[in-house]
């Protein structure tokens, strides 16, 4: 699919023709509204727009890639668009990869945000699966992006935030030059410095596997590290618990990582990368009102939250099913955090934690809300 | 989250905006949301309209809780 697409790159001396642009690897990079310089959460909402050569990081990524390869044009999406209008996103971003005909795409890197990340796996997912162009994009290995696309792009590991950028340029830039120097057929994940796609490819090895496989129990047998050749799955899953017999009574809380707050946030749990979460009465709580209420987080646009905290955490209709018999009763305190770039480990930790509480208080039934 | 809320052996439903996401942190009873700045509410529709909305939707979870799953589930309208 790549032959030939190196040859004609070089020339520019006495004044023989410079290289043939036509015959430069092509690229399209995807971007979020962000990335994609168009604005912050208030430009969330744009739908895809197609712009010429590099924007943002694009830059950097072009001028490192030299004369191999050229960035033709960017695909920007807000994600909140992306993520709410998936059909419409994905196919309106399929007529644009359609029509430039790129050789590669380029995504992101998406760091550890949630939508963003979502939004460059989906494309790199029609980008594969339906044109069968191959894609390079960069995430933090706790974006659930990564676990749901894993397969279809190549993507290097970054850090938790943009300030990682620094890192996951050169080595998306080390990918795609490896990728152009092998007309396209990578090696492996170790060997290019990608992460696991979860894909099994047949090679021929030194020794046979009967071999091989000795080799290895011998080394398990002592002790010794070993690699697998087939590392299994971690699922962590966990079994449903019986649904809820006598729902009129019932206790009931609401969680949220929409981060609902007393106005003011007075415990300061952080807009983004959370260290806490709060834990908040609502003893005598009709209704959360913009006077009172507001949401810490910084990962969607607050307006609407902040002006009705009830269109995330629902204590307005919690309170009139309690008052109709519906639920036995609303537990008296809501527990919340910010979901934005919040690492697995300590929103485990915290839930760990939350639900310690909300046991000891005789809470028997759970509505968690996430924005 | 939710996957700890549930260890701890109290049935949880997740009320979510982005369903596959919730799908892959490993929630068993989803209901899906409106729009992630809104995920219980719709700002176009009047006071009225937009609590009966969010009541829709808290009902809809309520229904989740009392239901018996074997399997991660996503209460959506086409099934209710």
């Given at each position: ?44 909402g ?38 709410e ?169 609401l969680?949220t990582?929409g981060?609902i ?25 009709m209704d959360l009102d913009e006077?009172?209420y507001e949401t810490?987080?910084?990962?969607y646009d607050p307006v609407c939250a902040n002006k009705d905290a009830d269109r995330v955490l629902p204590v307005d209709v919690m309170r009139d099913l309690?008052?109709e ?42 509505i968690?809300t996430?924005t | ?14 009320v979510?905006t ?13 209901v899906p949301a409106v729009a992630i700045p809104h995920p219980l509410g719709q700002p176009d529709l009047g006071e009225t309209e937009e609590k009966q909305l969010r009541k829709d939707i808290v009902e809809k979870a ?15 309208d086409?099934?209710?």
């Amino acid at each position: 699919m790549l032959e030939g697409k190196k040859t004609a790159i070089l020339g520019d001396r006495d004044g023989i023709p410079g290289p043939d642009m036509s015959n430069k690897l092509k690229i399209v990079h995807y971007l979020n509204q962000f990335f994609g310089q168009i604005g912050g959460e208030d430009k969330a909402g744009i739908p895809p727009r197609r712009e010429d050569g590099p924007i943002g990081p694009g830059a950097a990524l072009n001028n490192s890639l030299g004369e191999d390869a050229e960035i033709v044009n960017t695909i920007i999406c807000g994600d909140t668009f992306f993520n709410e209008n998936l059909e419409e996103s994905k196919s309106e971003i399929k007529k644009m990869l359609k029509a430039i005909n790129p050789d590669l795409l380029i995504a992101g890197p998406a760091f550890n945000a949630g939508r963003y990340g979502v939004a460059c796996g989906t494309v790199a997912e029609i980008a594969k699966t339906e044109l069968g162009i191959d894609v390079v994009s960069g995430i933090y290995p706790e974006n659930p992006g990564y676990e749901m696309f894993k397969q279809y792009a190549y993507f290097v590991e970054t850090s938790d935030s943009a300030a990682g950028m620094r890192s996951a340029i050169p080595d998306m830039i080390k990918i795609v030059k490896s990728y152009i120097d092998k007309n396209g057929e990578l090696g492996s994940p170790e060997e290019e410095g990608y992460m696991p796609r979860g894909i099994r490819k047949n090679i021929f090895a030194e020794e046979r596997g009967a071999a091989r496989a000795i080799k290895m129990m011998l080394k398990k047998l002592e002790g010794e590290d070993f690699e697998t050749e087939y590392p299994m799955p971690v699922f962590d899953r966990v079994d449903p618990v019986d649904p809820i017999k006598d729902m009129p009574k019932t206790k009931v809380a609401l969680v949220t990582s929409g981060g609902i707050v007393p106005k003011g946030n007075p415990d300061h749990i952080e807009s983004s990368s959370a260290s806490k979460y709060g834990e908040y009465s609502l003893e005598g709580v009709m209704d959360l009102d913009e006077e009172n209420y507001e949401t810490a987080h910084g990962g969607y646009d607050p307006v609407c939250a902040n002006k009705d905290a009830d269109r995330v955490l629902p204590v307005d209709v919690m309170r009139d099913l309690e008052k109709e018999g519906v639920i036995g009763e609303l537990h008296n305190k809501f527990y919340t955090t910010v979901g934005n770039g919040t690492s697995v480990a300590n929103a485990k930790a915290y839930a760990q934690e939350i639900a310690e509480n909300l046991l000891a208080d005789g809470v028997q039934a759970v509505i968690l809300t996430s924005t | 989250m939710v996957k700890e809320i549930e260890r701890a052996g109290i049935p949880v439903v997740h009320v979510a905006t982005v369903v596959p996401i919730s799908m892959t942190v490993g929630a068993n009873r989803i209901v899906p949301a409106v729009a992630i700045p809104h995920p219980l509410g719709q700002p176009d529709l009047g006071e009225t309209e937009e609590k009966q909305l969010r009541k829709d939707i808290v009902e809809k979870a309520l229904i989740a809780l009392q239901t018996d799953i074997n399997e991660q589930t996503v209460f959506s309208d086409d099934k209710e």
